[in-house]
């Protein structure tokens, strides 16, 4: 299995953003997968999920309005559009398949991409 994170940049307070993950060597549509991000000096912290097969999502408090994740099933793609970005998303973000228990707890999640840096300028 092969999660491949892109798509993070240098942006300006209030813009927007989209990341990618391709998800590649294994199967996906049994699984959740997630967006993590860390900043720097902090833990890892969970921001958003989706069930690959019924596309429920959840979202951390403090993007829920603002971030949206997505998958495409034909290219095996999860995405996180992030808009009206604030200086505290800056942080590397990281993609993760779930292979048991809650979505918040990284320890539940088996695979991770390499991660993409997200900046946002003030």
């Known amino acids: 299995v092969q999660l491949q994170a892109s798509g993070g940049g240098l942006v300006q307070a209030g813009g927007s953003l989209r990341v990618s993950c391709a998800a590649s060597g294994g199967a996906f549509n049994r699984y959740t997968m997630a967006w993590f991000r860390q900043a720097p000096g902090k833990e890892r912290e969970f921001v958003a999920s989706?069930?690959?097969?019924?596309?429920?999502?959840y979202y951390t408090d403090s993007v829920k309005g603002r971030f949206t994740i997505s998958r495409d099933n034909v290219q095996n793609t999860v995405y996180l559009r992030m808009s009206s970005l604030k200086p505290e998303d800056t942080a590397v973000y990281y993609c993760a398949r779930k292979h048991d228990g809650p979505i918040y707890r990284r320890d539940n999640y088996d695979y991770w991409g390499q991660g993409t840096l997200v900046t946002v300028s003030s």
């Open positions: 989706i069930n690959w097969s019924t596309g429920t999502t």
